[in-house]
């Protein structure tokens, strides 16, 4: 419109635009500049410069994402440390859609079986008409004792036992049951029963001879393995089963052994809404039905005339096993009647060949029907011990500012003995305990005409919830210590089923630093999972290792799936697969990181380097009028982007590192920054980018403009006048030069790799100029012979390229070096740590061998206590969470804070967090950051 205004100002001087006979190749181009009509003119010219400022817009930003993104998943892929040798398994990035959000993760939602430990069932305790076998210590025992500062009793040498007589999947160490003296023992017949339960009542495939140093059990659960093993040592030996007949020895201790069959009738397998298994079986004459599944369930099926005395006895018994972090199952068995077994066969052989939804409501139906009035023979104890790593990579995790969920299927003993083995729950955490299952029955009974059962139920959860959140708002800001929710199954029930509860148990996990719901189902996981995502407005990360993790893996921002015992499942339907829980921590803390700032630079710098090419266009047209005339020639504008400037950015992005992996392992807090750093804070961000390239291209076009003269000096001797294309290439090149240094100036990280692509773009651009213009001019054009004959020729080019590069420049690295010297960032201050430890020689970027250092890097509150070794899977109590999560300051009784530093009781500054302490000495301290501030010499 600018255009078409000035064009119509003063006709009679721009008689040399309007379009005669010969001027003008079409119709368009006429209209364009015909001052008889400036309206159509200023519309043609209009449109003109949408084409011009196209180049505002970074297209090829999109492509070059996708390059950086596959190319970054390749590198995880490829990252030896993410690799298990065991069951040569490495990493695998199934997407490359999700790097960046790997370094913003607020909460990790993770199953525990497989997940946080080996899946590797032992069986370790039993408890046999209420007689508790098994005196082996666990690991959550010994954690536990260490804890709360008790000692343990060397109660397996009291005993006796061989560990070499022991195979995997059995560890129950007991002189009472070991070399068959259970034959002996008063209760022998039942505890007959209790292995030929544990024998029979399973669906695993026997592989190899009739020997039992040498016959192969598959199973679909470890859990079952473990059963038929321990059987099988205590004597019972399972060597044979079809479809139809299973056949055991049951041996003697002068080693002889009777046969024994059973004819298979049925199979009732276990779901996770029943949470049992059975099986019914002839033997002999007899109907037999042996049932094993969770302890609430087996006793709400239990014949009234079972006595009460062993009920209570084994509860006990499994709730010590649950405190010791067993997996505990209940066994029980019935003996049916002929009749009565041959009614319910004609109806469940029915119901298998009704096809559709009501065939499945029915067999539970008919399954509940005869798994009732069982007798209790006892209960099993499985351990399953932690991975490798785990607790240290909780640790590191929860440092990081990620808050860490467990959903498991387990107790609620067992899952916070567990939570205190694998360091999710810590010493002096606040605990709440949300815990409906044992007030079933006061509330049944409280339930009358005005209040039915259920709402009952939810305002007692309710209440729970919002005492938990009346404690968190009494504490101060300064003394608030971390905070934990334990919640059982049936309290989650009524939560995810009202909405206002929803919001309400959110908004109170959502302040706390690790939850841990127990007895939960799949499809409570995925319920989680989705209000955690949806509610919390954060980005969230779920890994599981099974099927029944899938739904939960599925509903989360990012699904990550162990490649483990239980199959494939979880890995092929999550978006990363890993071997083992630990890999997580350098998978979030590294990987994630990295993707995060290289994603975030690399936008931010497209934005940048296209606005210092597109305003440069812009200030021209609007020196010339807005005519539409580019300052570039054709061939410069269509290769900015695809040339000239892609490869440095597209190399930074996939190589550039700000910090080490060792580094970035050793101080996990700088992993809040992606937590904290995104939305209009890179929106910010990046306008400021955008700003600095709308500066450096004003310096640049004036700069060429003013040095030329306007134009109108003679740049040579002879009194030639400097051309529009002269002035055209000079400004491209002082363009090239000013992001190709600005990129440089920024990179944190070289390799041969970046000077090779860097600096040959610079030499591609003065290749291209000499090469092209060789071209016949039908191809070249304007930029025939333009470069060597008189760009190259003119002293003026290389004096106003090297001013313009110069004053460009100056303003964004004074600025750089004034921030990095006065106000850094952490991984500045950790940076200048990474130079002095590579100065002294003690120093690596690579975490090659840092790994297992970096595991023991966790402090203990005393100086005698040991440290973990990082090959065990348990940590010890006496780690100090709290003593690393708390800030290192101490105000003074002033509490003085000025601009984000607090004084510390030495008289020495830190950041506004006081994380990170930094050693070596320092003259001058800064203020600005997270972190002490130590100057380098």
């Known amino acids: 419109m600018v255009f078409g205004f000035w064009l119509a100002g003063d006709k009679t001087k721009h008689w040399y635009l309007k ?164 034959q002996n023992e008063p209760e022998k017949d039942k505890i007959l029963r209790f292995l030929e339960i544990l024998a029979v009542c399973n669906t695993v495939v026997v592989e190899g001879p009739d020997d039992p140093d040498a016959i192969n059990y598959l199973a679909e659960s470890p859990d079952e393995a473990s059963f038929v093993v321990a059987a099988k040592r205590l004597g019972v030996f399972l060597y044979d089963r079809s479809e139809i007949l299973i056949n055991i020895k049951l041996f003697n201790k002068d080693g002889s052994f009777t046969p024994c069959s059973y004819d298979l009738l049925n199979t009732i397998e276990f779901s996770s809404a029943r949470k049992r298994m059975s099986v019914i079986v002839r033997k002999g004459g007899r109907l037999l039905l042996f049932c094993k599944g969770a302890d609430d369930v087996i006793f709400e099926l239990l014949d009234e005339n079972n006595s009460k005395d062993l009920k209570n006895i084994t509860r006990q018994h499994m709730n010590e096993y649950g405190e010791a972090g067993l997996r505990t199952l209940a066994i029980a068995y019935r003996e049916l009647e002929e009749n009565m077994y041959s009614e319910w066969q004609n109806s469940w052989t029915t119901a298998k060949q009704v096809i559709g939804e009501s065939s499945a409501g029915k067999l539970d139906e008919l399954a509940n029907e005869i798994e009732c009035n069982l007798t209790l023979v006892g209960a099993t104890a499985i351990e399953d011990k932690l991975q490798v790593g785990v607790p240290q990579a909780i640790y590191r995790l929860a440092q990081g500012g990620i808050k860490i969920w467990v959903l498991t299927g387990d107790k609620m003993e067992t899952a916070i003995n567990i939570g205190y083995a694998c360091s999710l729950l810590r010493p002096h955490m606040t605990k709440h305990i949300i815990r409906l299952e044992d007030n079933i029955s006061i509330l049944s009974e409280s339930a009358n005409g005005n209040k039915n059962f259920q709402q009952l139920c939810t305002e007692f959860v309710q209440s729970q919830i919002q005492d938990g959140m009346d404690a968190l708002d009494k504490e101060q800001d300064d003394t608030t210590p971390s905070h934990a929710i334990i919640i059982d199954g049936k309290s989650l029930d009524f939560v995810l089923q009202e909405d206002p509860l929803k919001q309400q148990f959110i908004s109170f996990a959502l302040r706390c630093d690790s939850i841990i719901c127990c007895r939960v189902s799949p499809i409570q996981k995925a319920k989680v999972t989705e209000l955690v995502k949806n509610q919390g407005k954060q980005i969230c990360l779920a890994i599981g290792d099974g099927a029944n993790d899938v739904g939960m893996i599925q509903k989360a921002n990012i699904g990550v799936g162990i490649s483990g015992m239980e199959g494939q499942q979880a890995a092929m339907s999550a978006d990363f697969s890993i071997a083992q829980f630990r890999f997580l921590e350098k998978l979030l803390l590294v990987h994630g990181a990295w993707c995060y700032k290289r994603i975030t630079f690399m936008i931010k710098y497209f934005f940048y380097k296209n606005f210092v090419f597109g305003f440069s266009i812009f200030l021209f047209n609007a020196y010339t009028r807005f005519s539409g005339q580019s300052i570039y020639a054709d061939w410069f504008l269509s290769l900015y982007n695809v040339i000239f400037t892609s ?291």
């Open 19 to 182: 379009p005669g006979a010969n001027n003008g190749k079409n119709s368009i181009t006429k209209a364009a500049f015909n001052y008889d009509n400036p309206f159509i003119a200023g519309v043609l010219q209009f449109f003109t410069c949408l084409v011009l400022y196209g180049y505002f817009v970074p297209i090829s930003l999109y492509v070059s994402l996708e390059i950086v993104k596959v190319i970054q998943a390749l590198l995880i892929n490829s990252d030896v440390e993410l690799y298990y040798l065991e069951m040569d398994k490495p990493a695998s990035a199934r997407t490359s859609n999700l790097n960046e959000e790997l370094g913003q993760v607020s909460t990790i939602l993770s199953d525990k079986t497989g997940t946080l430990t080996r899946n590797e069932m032992e069986f370790f305790k039993c408890s046999i008409a209420g007689i508790s076998y098994g005196m082996g210590i666990t690991e959550v025992e010994k954690v536990a004792a260490l804890r709360t500062g008790k000692a343990l009793k060397r109660r397996q040498e009291e005993q006796g036992g061989s560990f070499e007589k022991f195979e995997k999947g059995f560890a129950l160490r007991d002189s009472r049951l070991d070399n068959l003296n259970w």
């Open 647 to 937: 490869a440095p950015v597209v190399v930074v992005a996939v190589l550039d590192q700000d910090l080490g992996a060792r580094s970035r392992l050793r101080f996990p807090q700088l992993y809040k920054k992606g937590q904290t750093h995104g939305g209009n804070l890179l929106i910010r961000r990046i306008m400021f980018w955008m700003l600095n390239g709308v500066l450096q291209a004003a310096i640049c076009f004036f700069s060429v403009i003013y040095g030329y003269g306007y134009g109108k000096v003679p740049d040579r001797s002879g009194g030639r006048m400097v051309g529009l294309f002269t002035i055209g290439t000079t400004m491209y090149t002082a363009v090239l030069f000013v992001v190709n240094f600005q990129i440089a100036m920024v990179i944190q990280y070289w390799t041969w790799i970046h000077h090779v692509l860097i600096w040959g773009e610079l030499v591609v651009w003065f290749l291209f100029l000499l090469v092209f213009g060789a071209l016949p001019t039908k191809f070249s054009g304007e930029l025939q012979r333009l470069f060597i004959s008189i760009t190259a020729t003119s002293s003026s080019f290389y004096r106003v390229t090297l001013l313009t590069t110069v004053l460009a420049l100056l303003p964004s690295f004074t600025l750089h070096c004034f921030c990095r010297a006065f106000c850094p960032s952490d991984s500045q201050i950790v940076q200048e740590q990474e130079k002095l430890s590579r100065l002294s020689g003690s120093g690596s970027r690579s975490t090659t061998s840092a790994i297992k250092q970096d595991l023991e890097l966790m402090p203990y509150h005393n100086d005698n206590s040991t440290r973990p070794s990082p090959t065990e899977g348990s940590i010890h109590a006496r780690d100090s969470f709290e003593a690393q999560s708390q800030p290192l300051w101490r105000e003074n009784s002033s509490d003085m804070r000025q601009k984000g530093r607090r004084i510390r009781s030495d008289g020495t500054e830190t950041g506004s967090n006081g994380i990170i302490e930094l050693d070596g000495s320092s003259s001058v301290h800064r203020t600005g950051s997270d972190l002490q501030r130590t100057d380098v010499k």
